[in-house]
């Protein structure tokens, strides 16, 4: 492992980062208080209260350059960009939200991240993924479930394990709306069709980080999973060796699995840590 012995360096170097001036977690204000625009950071450093040993495992780094912008959240539903029945647009509009969703990481980035499962990018450095794409991958998973029938082969699925996947997003997308906990005040308001209970008062203003802009970032840096490294043996019976692809490991199934994501936000890094199987 490449981060075993280099705690002490990690806290070095988020300490100068910190001393810089460079922790960019607050939400910068105008003049007028409102956060209009930002430039991007170049990183982001945010404390944890998850326990571990490790000196700086108090501090969570992302080399991810986020900025904010003011945007006004409609909550519009005559939009069905990403809204209705299954159909060839909507399935490309989600396509190209998660596009770009692992991208690649140097061993510096993985050191000051702190995470200590990384896999290895065949082109150099190491594949991850940011907490937003595993977010996003978990809405994608509950509207395609909302329409089996669209979305599923009923006699090759294996629904105990698609229940088991789909199972856990409402929880995990729980505890990060939580972590998140949006703030913003919210009025209800009558309407000509709110004659039951009012509704929700729409437009709201929000301070959202650019994602357009970290979109954007990530598409430079997109990793392809057929170029991920295996480990040389099964991780499931600790036998099968791999097929030699890359140093010492088999070439990943599309099917792998992602663990490692932090609740703390969605720039924070995940790393892909387990595989199903290889061929």
């Known amino acids: 492992m490449i981060l075993l012995g280099r705690a002490e360096q990690r806290q070095q170097v988020l300490s100068a980062l910190e001393q810089a001036g460079e922790d960019e977690r607050d939400c910068p204000d105008d003049n007028d208080g409102h956060p209009d625009h930002q430039e991007a ?138 972590c998140s906990a949006d703030a913003n005040v919210y009025t209800p308001q009558w309407t000509a069709h709110s004659r039951v209970k009012p509704t929700v008062r729409v437009p709201r203003p929000h301070a959202c980080v650019d994602w357009a802009a970290l979109h954007g970032w990530m598409q430079g840096r997109a990793a392809r999973l057929d170029d991920m490294v295996g480990p040389p043996y099964s991780l499931y019976d600790g036998k099968g060796e791999g097929t030699g692809h890359g140093e010492g490991g088999g070439r990943w199934d599309v099917s792998c699995g992602v663990v490692g994501l932090s609740c703390l936000g969605s720039a924070v890094v995940f790393v892909v840590a387990v595989g199903t199987r290889f061929f």
Not at 45 to 69: F, M, N, R
Not at 100 to 119: C, F, G, K, Q, S
Not at 148 to 157: F, L, R, S
């Open 41 to 178: 950071a170049e990183h982001s450093i945010v404390e944890t209260k998850c326990p571990s040993s490790t000196p700086g495992a108090d501090k969570l780094y992302s080399p991810a350059p986020v900025k904010y912008v003011n945007r006004c959240l409609t909550g519009d539903i005559d939009t069905p960009k990403f809204m209705g029945a299954p159909r060839p647009e909507l399935d490309r509009a989600w396509h190209d939200l998660l596009e770009a969703t692992m991208i690649r990481y140097t061993d510096d980035e993985l050191l000051l991240a702190n995470n200590a499962t990384p896999v290895r990018h065949e082109d150099g450095g190491y594949a991850g993924g940011l907490g937003i794409s595993h977010s996003l991958h978990c809405l994608k998973r509950l509207k395609q479930y909302i329409h089996p029938d669209y979305y599923y082969n009923h006699e090759t699925q294996d629904w105990a394990e698609l229940y088991s996947h789909v199972d856990h997003c409402p929880e995990s997308l729980r505890q990060e709306i939580l």
